[in-house]
């Protein structure tokens, strides 16, 4: 059962422009939406992270924006950059549950070109 | 380097072998968590211990998987009579639990394995 879904699957962003990642999640409960940046044979990283009592969370060129009632958020890679390029994961979870294991996307590749 | 530490890096075994991963998690985390991801895929939660405790299990994991924390301190997770589908990165994951309420999870490298 697919809880959280993302898009797009992969994205191509010409240095200094804009890199917008959606993702739409279907238990209401979810009450913490991290997003989490991969490159090749590393772990991923905590980027970035949203819980629904806000609308948006900015954090230097990275902003979550968040839409309780449409259950989506998305990142917005402002400036990006060729180091950018990498893998992004959205995810959710139940932090206030005993597990607070995170459901992940299925990820999106993200090419900025120089 | 206070992060989250995962050994081996890369395992490479014959189908049928045993196999065991450690994971030493951020010091004064007290929950560990356990995922497996697939090429291509986002990682999927196999099983996670609050200090020495193992709470919950996914489906995933078969009877051949088996993890423990003793002391609450480092994990292992093992697996016996690998198969070819269990060809995966593992990763570790630790986060603070406050009151029973847990989010952040910082990750390890993980530990590729290929079963040939």
């Known amino acids: 059962q697919q809880q959280v879904k993302q898009s797009p699957q992969s994205l191509i962003v010409q240095k200094g422009g804009i890199s917008i990642i959606n993702c739409a999640y279907e238990?209401?409960?979810?009450?913490?939406f991290p997003w989490y940046q991969q490159f090749p044979g590393k772990g991923p990283a905590l980027l970035i992270a949203?819980?629904?009592?806000?609308s948006e969370k900015k954090e230097g060129r990275f902003t979550i924006s968040f839409n309780k009632s449409a259950k989506q958020f998305s990142l917005h890679i402002m400036d990006s950059q060729p180091g950018d390029s990498a893998t992004y994961f959205c995810?959710?979870?139940?932090?206030?549950?005993?597990?607070?294991?995170?459901?992940f996307g299925q990820g999106t590749t993200l090419q900025v070109k120089p | 380097d206070t992060g989250v530490s995962q050994n081996p890096r890369h395992k490479i075994t014959k189908r049928g072998q045993n196999v065991t991963f450690r994971c030493d998690p951020i010091?004064?985390?007290?929950?560990l968590y356990w995922y497996r991801q697939t090429l291509g895929q986002g990682p999927e939660f196999l099983t996670y211990?609050?200090?020495?405790?193992?709470?919950?299990k996914s489906r995933l994991l078969s009877d051949r998987f088996s993890a423990e924390r003793p002391k609450g301190s480092f994990s292992t997770l093992e697996i016996q009579r690998t198969e070819q589908g269990d060809s995966a990165m593992y990763l570790c994951?630790?986060?603070?639990?406050?009151?029973?309420?847990?989010?952040?999870?910082?990750f390890g490298p993980g530990t590729r394995l290929t079963v040939t």
């Open positions: 949203i819980r629904p009592d806000v």
């Open positions: 211990f609050q200090n020495e405790a193992q709470l919950e």
């Open positions: 010091s004064e985390h007290n929950r």
């Open positions: 995810a959710a979870s139940r932090g206030s549950s005993n597990t607070g294991k995170l459901i």
């Open positions: 238990n209401t409960a979810f009450d913490y």
């Open positions: 994951a630790s986060s603070l639990a406050d009151r029973g309420r847990s989010y952040e999870q910082y």
